[in-house]
């Protein structure tokens, strides 16, 4: 399994930008794919992640602001990042086998990871 993330950027507070995250060597229905976020001195969190059924979920910290989508023709999943704030800057990170617990967010034993993208929100 390979995923390539990419999209990162600089962007001002109450800007947009969308990530994608190409995937190869997996079977999109069986799993979630989604997003982690990594800010600097603070652990990993998740973000979001879409379902083989197309059912989402997201944390708290961004919904409504934030929106995953799925292309399955490409085999891309794709973060549409809407009224960014400064607290968002951090290297995003796609992964398969997204498993959501409650608030708890963990990859499972048949997930893989990607690089990270990172993304500054600044003006």
């Known amino acids: 399994v390979q995923l390539q993330a990419s999209g990162g950027g600089l962007v001002q507070p109450g800007g947009s930008l969308r990530l994608s995250c190409a995937v190869s060597g997996f079977t999109f229905d069986h799993f979630c794919i989604g997003w982690f976020r990594q800010a600097p001195g603070k652990e990993r969190e998740g973000v979001s992640c879409?379902?083989?059924?197309?059912?989402?979920h997201y944390a708290d910290s961004v919904k409504g602001r934030f929106t995953i989508s799925r292309d399955d023709a490409k085999d891309t999943v794709y973060l549409q990042m809407n009224s960014l704030k400064p607290e968002d800057t951090a290297v995003y990170y796609c992964a398969t086998d997204v498993i959501k617990q409650g608030s708890s967010w963990h990859v499972g034993e048949f997930g893989s990871w990607g690089q990270g993208t990172e993304l500054t929100v600044s003006s």
């Open positions: 879409i379902s083989g059924s197309n059912n989402t």
